[in-house]
């Protein structure tokens, strides 16, 4: 694959990551922001075999295809299990509302880019320019934990800040050690399984799955 | 002699673009109806449809409501102007237009915009409640589509260095990897987004209803009748089919004519129908599955378009 095609592929990649973040903060059905995370998990998948088919990298590869399968189709579905009891759940009264949070959304991508120049100044790889997509997909991760009210949106965020960190990571790296990468993976699902026992538990004392309910201690 | 032949197929091709928008706009019109009704399971009305309603309407008599000043009058001749100015001087079927080098994509689109704004002080010079509520909310729509397409521009610009409008064209065809680019991409969606709200389709406004309290185009026209009325849904569909224009040239430019000469502009101009012919179709049939937006829920969609552009923006500066 010669370098302008890699590049345009990996910029549509990293555009498609970016875009899904923003598509979270869009849409009010929880469904379709869960479909946005599973596009977004195969498009971080996408620019780690991209990255590796460019650098004949087969370790990088084989994590391609694990991201592809763990966050383009695992997580999300476990993910949608949260919602199987609301099907037709919707972010209904966020704490910041559409316009204002995506507005927002776009004041944290410069805020990205400017914080992320002395990264991509250090990086020398073409590919590094693109760190700044990354970065803004953590923010948006955070800001949508921060503004999101339903357990499900909560996952969502922090689904979101892990996909920007392992973009930044792919991005800046060329690839972190399996290792690490599954590691952190792994975590990321434990927290999800973790945050999918607390859905079911808030859905049984209070049918809905709303975090502003616990507010008060219980025996 | 040759700089006389040079202006006089300037004259031409200027003509014929603008008479291609002229027809196309009511046949487009009627073919987006067309399949509208088949989908929806009805034989519909021939695609020639608004253009015999359009002949029909010159026909008929023109009121003119009593208090209302020549601003009423005005404004369908200033709508249609504004489009015949834009579609001639860009690139639609050649990348090379008469005067292109003064066609900025900024100062085509808000020519364009003067339209709308004409069209609403139009409505609200009659003094009735529905036209200053239409006018109203068209405005509203306006300013919140405006930031969005400014910044829609600028990502183009950026990652093309220019934001003349054949030259943009031009870009595109000589360097595909431009047009795949997500800056390039982003922009066109917003830009999308920013079309279908200025022209009143579906998610925004639902151009086939007369429901006082949904409509917001509907209710600016109402006052007007016979060949203002015809003016009227002549410019606006004029001014659909030329934003559809761009948007086709800016993402897929394959077919326009780069070189002089009678065939390839022939082969251009008719890309340029093929081109906007399918993406009339694909609105339709998105049409038929969508329902309209509550008007407040408007600026949502309006600022998701404004963060399309924007992160289309931002990527351009990233990736350059």
């Known amino acids: 694959m010669n370098s302008a095609t890699y590049l345009s592929f990996l910029e549509i990649a990293a555009g498609l990551v970016i875009l899904c973040a923003i598509v979270t903060l869009w849409r009010r059905s929880l469904r379709a922001i869960v479909r946005a995370l599973a596009v977004q998990g195969m498009a971080l998948g996408v620019v780690a075999l991209v990255l590796g088919l460019h650098h004949h990298d087969d370790v990088l590869i084989v994590v391609g295809c694990l991201v592809v399968g763990a966050k383009g189709f695992f997580i999300p579905t476990l993910v949608k299990r949260v919602l199987a009891n609301e099907p037709m759940s919707r972010e209904t009264s966020p704490l910041v509302n559409v316009p204002a949070s995506l507005v927002g959304a776009g004041a944290l991508t410069f805020l990205a880019y400017g914080a992320t120049r002395p990264v991509v100044a250090l990086v020398s790889t073409s590919a590094g320019r693109l760190i700044p997509l990354g970065f803004a997909t953590l923010l948006i991760g955070f800001f949508s934990m921060v503004v999101r009210r339903k357990a499900a949106s909560q996952i969502v965020g922090l689904l979101l800040v892990d996909n920007g960190i392992a973009l930044v990571a792919f991005l800046a790296t060329a690839g972190v050690p399996l290792l690490v990468e599954l590691g952190a993976s792994l975590d990321v699902l434990l927290v999800v399984v973790v945050l999918r026992v607390l859905a079911v538990q808030l859905w049984s004392k209070f049918a809905v799955l709303d975090l502003d309910e616990l507010q008060e201690l219980h025996d | ?320």
């Open chain 2, 1 to 320: 002699m040759n700089q006389f032949a040079h202006f006089m197929t300037q004259v031409l091709v200027a003509v014929v673009q603008v008479f291609a928008v002229a027809v196309g706009g009511p046949l487009l019109l009627g073919l987006m109806r067309k399949v509208r009704s088949r989908l929806e399971g009805r034989v519909g009305a021939p695609i020639h449809q608004p253009l015999l309603d359009v002949r029909k309407l010159f026909a008929k008599q023109r009121m003119r409501p009593r208090e209302s000043s020549w601003v009423f009058g005005a404004a369908p001749v200033v709508l249609v102007a504004t489009v015949v100015a834009v579609a001639a001087v860009s690139p639609l079927a050649t990348t090379h237009p008469p005067l292109g080098q003064s066609s900025d994509f900024f100062a085509v689109v808000f020519v364009l915009l003067l339209g709308s704004v004409v069209l609403a002080l139009g409505a609200l010079d009659t003094g009735t409640a529905f036209g200053g509520m239409g006018s109203s909310r068209s405005m509203t729509i306006g300013a919140l589509c405006e930031p969005a397409l400014l910044v829609a521009i600028l990502a183009m610009a950026i990652s093309a260095r220019t934001s003349n409008l054949p030259a943009l064209v031009r870009v595109g065809l000589a360097h595909p990897a431009v047009i795949a680019s997500p800056a390039r991409i982003l922009a066109l969606s917003s830009f999308l987004v920013v079309i279908l709200a200025e022209s009143g389709r579906l998610p925004v406004d639902n151009p086939s209803t007369h429901l006082e309290l949904t409509m917001i185009h509907e209710a600016m026209v109402l006052e007007y009748s016979g060949a203002d009325l015809g003016l009227i849904i002549v410019g606006e569909s004029m001014r659909l089919v030329f934003l559809l224009g761009l948007l086709v040239n800016l993402l897929v430019p394959w077919g326009v004519a780069e070189r002089p000469g009678v065939l390839f502009f022939c082969v251009g101009l008719f890309a340029l129908l093929a081109k906007v012919a399918v993406a009339g179709v694909m609105i339709a049939i998105f049409e038929v599955f969508t329902a309209k937006m509550r008007l407040f829920r408007l600026p949502e969609l309006l600022a998701g378009g404004f963060v399309l552009a924007l992160l289309g923006a931002v990527t351009a500066v990233v990736a350059r």
